[in-house]
């Protein structure tokens, strides 16, 4: 299988609702929290890719485009985008739709890195199988 496919092969998406609990005093969903769904996300795509122990090194530039309000659905997309030697990075997008309305938006989008690691923690080589 080539790179490209294991790529794609690697998408992860999960869908959650936005209770009231994961909200601040604005009703929307807390900025902390949705780093950390998008980063359990990535990570899912991270280890579906490589099959190896993985850990996040970085989170790049994240985007709140627009507010996530309690009551809605989001969906969490999780990507590989690119691929090194130890490292790979994957894309993190957060989609909300109304529960009840067709209408969907990107509501924040993100880059994680992680690096594949052995049973002491040291950088290895992504399997890449190709």
């Given at each position: 299988?080539?790179?490209?496919?294991?790529?794609?092969?690697?998408?992860?998406?999960?869908?959650?609702?936005?209770?009231?609990?994961?909200?601040?005093?604005?009703?929307?969903?807390?900025?902390?929290?949705?780093?950390?769904?998008?980063?359990?996300?990535?990570?899912i795509a991270a280890t579906r890719f490589t099959r190896q122990r993985c850990v996040t090194v970085s989170s790049d530039r994240i985007d709140f485009a627009r507010p996530i309000p309690a009551g809605?659905?989001?969906?969490?997309?999780?990507?590989?985008?690119?691929?090194?030697?130890?490292?790979?990075?994957?894309?993190?997008?957060?989609?909300?739709?109304?529960?009840?309305?067709?209408?969907?938006?990107?509501?924040?989008?993100?880059?994680?890195?992680?690096?594949?690691?052995?049973?002491?923690?040291?950088?290895?080589?992504?399997?890449?199988?190709?």
């Amino acid at each position: 299988m080539t790179t490209e496919e294991r790529m794609k092969q690697a998408e992860t998406r999960v869908f959650k609702t936005v209770f009231p609990n994961n909200t601040n005093h604005y009703d929307t969903l807390f900025g902390g929290t949705a780093l950390s769904m998008m980063d359990e996300v990535a990570f899912i795509a991270a280890t579906r890719f490589t099959r190896q122990r993985c850990v996040t090194v970085s989170s790049d530039r994240i985007d709140f485009a627009r507010p996530i309000p309690a009551g809605t659905i989001i969906e969490l997309v999780g990507q590989v985008i690119s691929v090194g030697n130890t490292s790979l990075k994957v894309r993190t997008d957060i989609y909300v739709e109304q529960m009840y309305e067709e209408k969907r938006e990107k509501a924040v989008s993100g880059t994680f890195t992680f690096v594949a690691i052995d049973e002491d923690k040291n950088p290895i080589p992504i399997n890449k199988n190709e």
